[in-house]
């Protein structure tokens, strides 16, 4: 799990990114939420708790997680006392018929890998014609990519559970990764899912963040 701070400058409140498998902070580097310092945390290849004390030094924490960062969020980040917590393109039971994707898709993701690369990946979790973000964030490597998707697999299948109390929770509603109506299925049940226009990736229009994010 890296941690890498888009801002540090001693700022009174904090955004948190949980990005989705395969990202890096390009993903959000082009958002400049006022008042806020701004943490990405990606590759969960590792594990790691976020504990109170970590950020104690921070009024108000805002969490945006998206696609499996979802679920890397109910697992590793369950103690924070988050202010507002928004899901973006996923849910906390991220492998599931029911909830998220087959485990068969994501299977086949995972071999498609090894044979020709992101490309289709980032077409339909990007939108055809549109380019992965880029930034001075440098890329992993396939095998990377390939050992953190089948890390999150096999632990989401054995660990599933919601324990964040989530204030909003957007559905892209051409998103081709995660399913839009078994999003809808679960945030449903909590009173939640506000359909959005986007693919996988929530990001292209800062106002998803900005627009979430109180006066300094």
């Known amino acids: 799990m890296q941690q890498s701070w888009l801002k ?21 580097v082009h958002i400049d939420p006022p008042g806020c310092d701004v943490l990405a945390v990606y590759d969960y290849r590792e594990a790691q708790i976020l504990r109170p004390g970590d950020l104690a030094e921070y009024r108000r924490i805002y969490l945006f997680a998206w696609s499996f960062g979802v679920w890397v969020a109910e697992q590793y980040c369950k103690q924070l006392p988050f202010y507002r917590a928004i899901a973006l393109n996923g849910t906390p039971y991220p492998v599931s018929d029911e909830y998220g994707m087959r485990l068969r898709v994501v299977l086949r993701t995972m071999r498609g890998l090894a044979r020709v690369g992101m490309t289709p990946f980032n077409e339909k979790a990007y939108g055809e014609g549109r380019s992965v973000p880029s930034g001075p964030y440098p890329d992993r490597s396939i095998d990377e990519k390939i050992d953190e998707l089948t890390k999150l697999a096999e632990w989401s299948r054995e660990t599933s559970s919601s324990n964040i109390h989530w204030n909003k929770a957007y559905i892209g509603d051409k998103d081709e990764i995660f399913p ?24 292209a229009d800062p106002r998803i963040v900005l627009d979430n994010i109180d006066a300094p």
Do not use: C, I
Request: proline share 7%; glycine share 8%.
């Open 180 to 203: 839009p109506a078994k999003m809808e299925a679960y945030w449903a049940k909590v009173g939640l899912g506000t359909r959005f226009t986007s693919y996988h990736y929530p990001f």
């Open 8 to 28: 540090h400058g001693h700022q009174r409140d904090l955004v948190l990114y949980m990005l989705g498998w395969a990202s890096n902070p390009n993903a959000v």
